[in-house]
């Protein structure tokens, strides 16, 4: 299992970025994958996970500003992340939950957001 993350970056407050993670090594259109972020000093926390069907979940403190959504013929979940907060800067970080019991995740990206 290979997961590839790209897109972060600095950003102004309001602004957006775009996540991108790439998949390879397992069947992608059969497990939940998602993002998770860890911010200084913080544990690591769930951003938004969609399932193989397509059902989404997002953390409350995104809700409403980032977008999560897959493509499995390209084997890529993306993560379209809106009206920016300083407090979503973060190492974010790609995640398969493989056959619903392992977790793997990617190289993890960094997102800052400047006030």
């Known amino acids: 299992v290979q997961l590839q993350a790209s897109g972060g970056g600095l950003v102004q407050a309001g602004g957006s970025l775009r996540l991108s993670c790439a998949a390879s090594?397992?069947?992608?259109?059969?497990?939940?994958v998602g993002w998770y972020r860890q911010g200084p000093g913080k544990q690591r926390e769930l951003v938004a996970t969609?399932?193989?069907?397509?059902?989404?979940n997002y953390a409350d403190s995104v809700k409403g500003r980032f977008t999560i959504s897959r493509d499995n013929a390209k084997s890529t979940v993306w993560l379209q992340m809106n009206s920016l907060k300083p407090e979503d800067s973060a190492i974010y970080y790609c995640?398969?939950?493989?056959?619903?019991?392992?977790?793997?995740w990617g190289q993890g990206t960094q997102v800052t957001v400047s006030s």
């Open positions: 969609i399932t193989s069907i397509g059902i989404i």
């Open positions: 090594g397992f069947i992608f259109s059969a497990n939940t």
């Open positions: 995640n398969v939950r493989y056959l619903d019991r392992l977790d793997y």
